[in-house]
């Protein structure tokens, strides 16, 4: 039992395709095992199987290496009377068009074809020289056809793997971003609280409340300070940093702004349209802006909705096109990446992706929670 579990464990951990390469390589062995007689006659073949076997193991590391080795198996064999049973020769095609490469591949086919002439005169053109030679180019064609499955399975992992580096890169870029807004929204609000309790110290006639305010002011001074220390890298540039930043009640604005080649974008609000705190306006209004912009990039003149629905403690917005007949030019940008991580970072969700069937429109769907006034 534990010799079992053991064995088990082992080749659960061994690929598949390893298994199929030594499966494969063995057949020139097991073929010439079944074929030896009773009065020991074939043992050449059994010998020649085996050598041929251990060539073939080593196939996909030194392919032309292994056809050579294996056709000069074959023929020796024949010359000992055993016979040309072409089946390493064959295999080892395969495995030179599949694993050689460029110049490698050249030489394997010349090889080949040199196996395949020294068959035929050794044999004097009987059938079964033709049927090895049109073996081998079967053969050869498989293991090219292999060779570009292959090349293709490993671009598509390569594009994969490039399109997660590159969304995680637009995560950073994000999660950046909203630092430094964060910075900029902090900046903007305790500086309006020092400003008005300073001003409330100098206007109140109560001695009490006006140290009070006093000291509200600079713990608030105290507190930018720090902020500046800590976050002053992450500033937004720009000339005015007391300037708030833009909420959901700007996106009548950004409609406007839209040209005439643009989308043709219809706003419309439900629910009990009311203030939210300020990140969650600045990352709605995020949303509208780039999924707008997304619009504008890839679908052009379309008609374009944006509802913005306020529930009890949601906020769902959803931005929806139609799909042109003919997508326009460009490619497909990481915007809406690092929109989902903006707002999973705020504790809402995004989705985004055709719909329909067949697709007939494009969505963007976000929740975002309310959580009070600005």
């Known amino acids: ?11 659960g951990q061994v690929p598949v395709g390893q298994v199929h390469h030594w499966v494969t390589a063995a057949i020139p062995l097991l073929f010439s095992w079944l074929t030896v007689q009773s009065d020991g006659s074939g043992l050449v073949g059994v010998g020649s199987g085996l050598a041929q076997t251990l060539a073939l193991l080593g196939a996909r590391r030194a392919p032309v290496l292994a056809l050579f080795l294996v056709g000069t198996i074959d023929l020796g064999a024949a010359y000992l009377g055993s016979g040309v049973a072409g089946l390493g020769p064959v295999l080892a095609m395969y495995y030179a068009a599949a694993w050689a490469a460029g110049r490698q591949r050249v030489a394997a086919a010349g090889v080949g074809f040199a196996y395949a002439v020294a ?7 009987p059938p079964a020289a033709v049927i090895v030679g049109l073996g081998l180019g079967a053969f050869w064609i ?3 056809f292999e060779a570009s499955q292959r090349a293709r399975i490993s671009e598509l992992h390569e594009l994969v793997e490039e399109r997660a580096v590159t969304e995680e890169r637009a995560a950073e870029r994000e999660r950046a971003l909203l630092a430094r807004e964060l910075h900029d929204i902090l900046n903007h609000s305790v500086t309006r609280m020092v400003l ?3 001003a409330g110290a100098e206007t109140m006639a109560d001695r009490e409340a006006s140290a009070t305010l006093r000291r509200v002011a600079d713990t608030g001074r105290d507190s930018l300070a720090e902020l500046r220390r800590l976050l002053g890298v992450l500033r937004t540039p720009g000339p005015d940093e007391l300037r708030p930043p833009p909420h959901l009640g700007q996106v009548d604005e950004l409609v406007a702004r ?3 080649s643009g989308p043709r974008v219809r706003l419309e609000r439900r629910g009990d349209v009311r ?19 997304n619009v504008a990039k890839h679908a052009g003149a379309v008609p374009t909705s944006v509802l913005l629905t306020y529930l009890p403690n949601a906020l769902e917005i959803e931005v929806t096109n139609e799909l042109p007949a003919a997508p326009a030019s460009g490619s497909p940008g990481t915007g809406l990446v690092g929109l989902r991580e903006r707002v999973e970072l705020l504790g809402g969700t995004l989705h985004a992706g055709p719909r329909g069937r067949p697709a007939s429109e494009f969505a963007v769907y976000a929740t975002l929670p309310l959580r009070g006034g600005r």
């Open 142 to 144: 498989s293991g090219l």
């Open 1 to 11: 039992m534990v010799l079992k579990a053991w064995l088990t464990d082992r080749l």
């Open 258 to 260: 839209i040209p005439a």
């Open 275 to 293: 203030p939210a705190d300020t990140s969650i306006e600045l990352a709605g209004y995020r949303v509208v802006q780039e999924s707008l912009t």
């Open 119 to 125: 068959v035929a005169i050794a044999a004097g053109w």
């Open 196 to 198: 008005d309790a300073e």
